[in-house]
């Protein structure tokens, strides 16, 4: 199977939701994901996908859902997350993982790369969390710090020690 890239933005305490939403907008952010994940397959849950209410631009959608019936029309939907994964199999490119906080779970400990924006604030009040990957992903291949007139970020790039 394709190895699984996990593309996500945390707060410092790991916060990446609350009540629903990402607690911050930084358009430079949105723009590097939306680079990355170009020409790929971004596998998502189906609440992450309802939240922004559409598929990602320039890339293919698999939302996992159990709930049978539901559809999306710019969408592929699986039952499974190895459902997800056999129908990324057969569209080109890169497999992401775009969320929620159950897939990035499941999917950290098989992941090959981690994509990775760290922004520089602390969300007391979240409610998603991003799992800790300073365990796994110990080698940084990629870093760039950027910030915009609310925050400071950085972009890493990391692979498994």
């Known amino acids: 199977m394709k190895p699984l890239q996990i593309i996500a933005a945390c707060s410092e305490n790991r916060v990446i939701g609350r009540q629903g939403r990402i607690p911050w907008h930084i358009p430079k952010d949105l ?5 990355q994940i170009k020409g790929g397959v971004v596998i998502e849950g189906r609440r992450s996908y309802e939240e922004r209410g559409e598929a990602l631009p320039g890339c293919e959608t698999i939302v996992l859902t159990r709930q049978t019936g539901w559809h999306a029309a ?10 997800g994964r056999r129908l ?3 569209l080109p490119g890169k497999v992401w993982i775009g969320g929620g906080e159950g897939l990035y ?7 090959a790369q ?3 924006t760290v922004v520089h604030t602390v969300v007391p009040d979240g409610d998603r969390f991003f799992p800790d990957w300073r365990n796994e992903f ?8 950027s910030s915009d007139e609310n925050y400071r970020f950085i972009f890493l790039v990391l692979k498994r020690g």
Do not use: C, H, K, Q
Request: net charge negative; hydrophobic share 35%; aromatic share 8%.
């Open 138 to 145: 110990t080698r940084e291949v990629y870093r760039r710090e």
């Open 74 to 83: 710019d969408a592929r939907i699986a039952r499974s997350l190895g459902d």
């Open 88 to 90: 990324a199999e057969n």
């Open 114 to 116: 981690l994509y990775l």
């Open 31 to 35: 723009a590097y994901a939306g680079e």
């Open 105 to 111: 779970r499941e999917t950290l400990p098989m992941a």
